[in-house]
């Protein structure tokens, strides 16, 4: 019942220790952990802890998809499900959505292509506090380096090519494209 609130993650992302991830399926878990003992084991360990998020919910486990991008997933972001095919397209979307937010996200995906015409995108942002870490990081050496060239967050270099316009969902859903 501690997550109920929502606020565990947040509370855990003010220590710069922590490195929180809200997985969505449990084949991210598994690279998570991988990528936990490595760092906290491995030949250089970090002085970092992980702290993931699971639930409970009576969800399905959709097996790995091919070419799942290990990399995005373990720096927070990366697509898990590309937009449906749309007859006459009214329009493209983003959807960002973490833990099980993910099944509310895919069956938007489905409604929007359905009833509405849009194709969207499904993003797991396995990660926000990483993704905020890495944006304040470019962040701050940009302001640090102003003659050097400017680095561009992940998340930034990850979303720039998508189609739309940015929204953000009233839900645990994250942020969309429209």
């Known amino acids: 019942m501690q997550h109920e609130d929502g606020q565990s993650l947040l509370i855990a992302a003010t220590n710069p220790a922590v490195v929180a991830y809200d997985a969505a399926f449990g084949f991210e878990l598994a690279y998570i952990t991988e990528d936990a003992l490595h760092r906290m084991y491995g030949d250089n360990p970090e002085n970092i802890y992980y702290y993931l998020t699971v639930y409970n919910e009576p969800i399905l486990q959709p097996a790995e998809p091919a070419n799942v991008d290990v990399e995005g997933l373990l720096k927070g972001l990366y697509r898990y499900a590309s937009a449906p095919t749309v007859e006459k397209a009214a329009g493209k979307a983003q959807i960002l959505a973490s833990g099980t937010a993910m099944q509310w996200a895919l069956k938007a995906q489905h409604l929007l292509a359905q009833d509405w015409g849009v194709s969207a995108d499904v993003w797991s942002a396995t990660s926000w506090t990483e993704l905020r870490r890495d944006a304040v990081s470019a962040e ?27 929204s953000r969902c009233r839900t645990s859903c994250g942020l969309f494209r429209t």
């Open 140 to 166: 701050e050496w940009n302001l640090l380096n102003p003659d050097q060239t400017a680095r561009v967050p992940y998340v930034t270099r990850t979303l720039r090519d998508t189609s739309g316009r940015w």
